[in-house]
């Protein structure tokens, strides 16, 4: 029964990977400026073209796996969409008087000149990705080489001077550790290490190890919860930040810890990441009356602050996704297939858009679509990632 489900649901994700990639290609080239459109309605026409770094990086990236690990994407016009969108980056991201020749732009205009900048390290994380990715494709050394020193810049903000962020220090903010920092490092070091040996492996050693202890710390109240944000010692903090969780970022934290402990054979590493990482948010995140998962939930029940706490967003269940998945495929665990299930089946009545193609992103509680775009400042290109999982999961049953 395993491999006969896994086998319909990788025939289902195929068929739906290719009309994601289709979508895009089709719509979201500017064969004007180079790079690509991130607001796109529903049908597929542009309502703005501000660009979002975040964004072209993802999208740069996932042109680039798709065509280095798939053969059926192993095309000339997927390659030369990605290098048209990395010299995009490479040209307009980097902000070059904003105090240090590595912070990048959140927000670009279709041009490519600089229009927001945000206090945070996720426009270099992707840039990083991209850079990396493109880098193995083509195999340009220099690119290889600049995603390296940007990767020592984000370890230096994040571990040793933070100032090169632009963000003062405030009398009244305390330091806090937001879960999404050292995940986003370790999904980095996972990228620059990959089927690579020697020094380049060596170099990030140490800093894989260090995310996986900082990602630990969030598991807090005697291993029954995950928090999104805890001091900067580890404890929990005051307030509705102390008590806020995001059980999506815990999913997608918990592959990225089952990835890392897979990799270092550390098997109480991977046992925390199935039990704790992916099982408690996923029970406490699951509406039980309407299905799907939660965006935000309070430890101690209250109501959380954020307005959009009840939705039901395309992310969180691309990560369970991942996350159950890939723990299934190691552990052979019925119960896991099984919870796998139960988001495929959500997931996939829910947000894809069968007229149109590509996903919708943003659900109410009910399961309605809310905002009809799909992409956005935030929302880009989906299910690749699943595909692949599916294809090496479906190889180790024949």
């Known amino acids: 029964m395993s491999v006969e489900k896994l086998q319909r ?20 080239h500017d064969t004007q400026y180079g790079g690509f459109f991130t607001c796109i309605g529903k049908d597929g026409k542009i309502y703005d073209e501000l660009k979002y770094v975040w964004l072209q990086g993802r999208q740069v990236w996932m042109y680039c796996r798709l065509y280095r690990t798939m053969e059926r994407f192993n095309k000339p016009e997927i390659l030369e969409a990605a290098k048209s969108g990395g010299a995009f980056l490479r040209r307009f991201a980097r902000i070059p008087n904003s105090g240090s020749p590595w912070k990048c732009a959140f927000c670009l205009t279709r041009d490519g000149k600089a229009l927001k900048v945000q206090r945070t ?34 370890v230096h903000w994040v ?10 220090q405030l009398s009244g903010d305390t330091p806090v550790c937001s879960m999404a920092v050292p995940m986003m490092l370790l999904c980095l070091v996972q990228q620059l290490t990959e089927a690579r040996s020697g020094e380049e492996v060596d170099k990030y050693r140490e ?32 307030g509705c930040e102390g008590r806020l969780q ?37 029970l406490t995140g699951w509406d039980k009356e309407h299905g799907g998962l939660l965006y935000f939930l309070d430890v101690d029940g209250y109501c959380p602050t954020q307005l959009e706490w009840s939705m039901k967003l395309w992310w969180p269940h691309c990560e369970a996704l ?48 809310t905002l009809d775009f799909k992409g956005g400042p935030f929302k880009g290109e989906n299910v690749n990632r699943l595909e692949k999982g599916l294809v090496r999961n479906h190889d180790r049953h024949k």
């Not at 025939?11 to 739906?16: D, G, I, K, S």
């Open 9 to 28: 649901y990788r025939e289902q994700m195929r068929t739906e990977l290719d009309k994601v990639v289709d979508f895009w290609q089709k719509y979201s």
């Open 121 to 154: 390290i996720f426009s270099e994380c992707f840039y990083v990705m991209a850079m990396d990715e493109l880098a193995r494709v083509t195999g340009d050394k220099d690119m290889q080489a600049e995603a390296a020193q940007m990767m020592d810049q984000l």
């Open 159 to 168: 571990r040793v001077d933070p100032s090169g962020l632009g963000k003062p």
């Open 207 to 238: 800093v894989g190890g260090w995310c996986v202890k900082q990602i630990l710390q969030h598991l807090q109240r005697g291993g029954t919860a995950i928090l999104e944000s805890v001091s900067s010692e580890g404890k929990e903090l005051p």
């Open 246 to 282: 995001n059980p999506g970022h815990a999913l997608e934290a918990g592959w990225f810890l089952l990835q890392y402990g897979l990799e270092n054979g550390d098997q109480e590493l991977q046992r925390t990441a199935v039990d704790k990482f992916m099982e408690i948010p996923f």
């Open 322 to 369: 991942i996350a159950y998945l890939m723990a299934y495929s190691h552990t052979k665990e019925p119960a896991l297939l099984d919870r796998f299930s139960q988001v495929y089946d959500y997931t996939f009545s829910h947000f894809s858009d069968a007229e149109n193609g590509e996903w919708f992103g943003y659900l109410t509680q009910q399961g309605k679509v």
